[in-house]
């Protein structure tokens, strides 16, 4: 059994990362999988895709590296942890790194980038930042 499903998503991608891998698998759920599509539109993944059958769903994430082999993801640390839930409102979601990064929030309207929870003016629980 898996206490933090999120915190396995993300060490999954930064173990690939290091290891500079084309692509990873992770566990299918439909959040990872609105997570992965966010970072598929925010530009630090490259593609996610759905592999396998019902019981045995996983996603096929293929990862994003720059001309020098050097990966597009610079750092990914979980803020919310299932010991310490973080919650923010749209006010004091700060940016990260001078915009240069971005946290991943998770709304009541679905799962949210810092600068579009601002924007929609929602709050929600920062699950991790990315930069």
Do not use: C
């Amino acid at each position: 059994m898996m206490t933090d499903p999120i915190a396995d998503m993300l060490t999954r991608l930064r173990n690939a990362l290091k290891a500079r891998h084309a692509s990873v698998i992770v566990p299918y759920s439909e959040f990872r999988h609105a997570l992965l599509k966010r970072l598929v539109d925010t530009g630090f993944v490259k593609a996610v895709e759905t592999a396998g059958e019902a019981p045995k769903k996983n996603l096929l994430v293929h990862l994003k590296y720059a001309r020098d082999k050097q990966s597009i993801i610079s750092g990914l640390v979980r803020v919310s942890t299932p010991g310490r839930r973080v919650y923010k409102s749209y006010r004091d979601l700060k940016s990260v790194m001078n915009g240069l990064g971005l946290f991943m929030v998770s709304t009541p309207k679905g799962v949210f980038t810092d600068y579009e929870a601002r924007e929609k003016k929602m709050g929600g629980e920062v699950l991790f930042k990315i930069w």
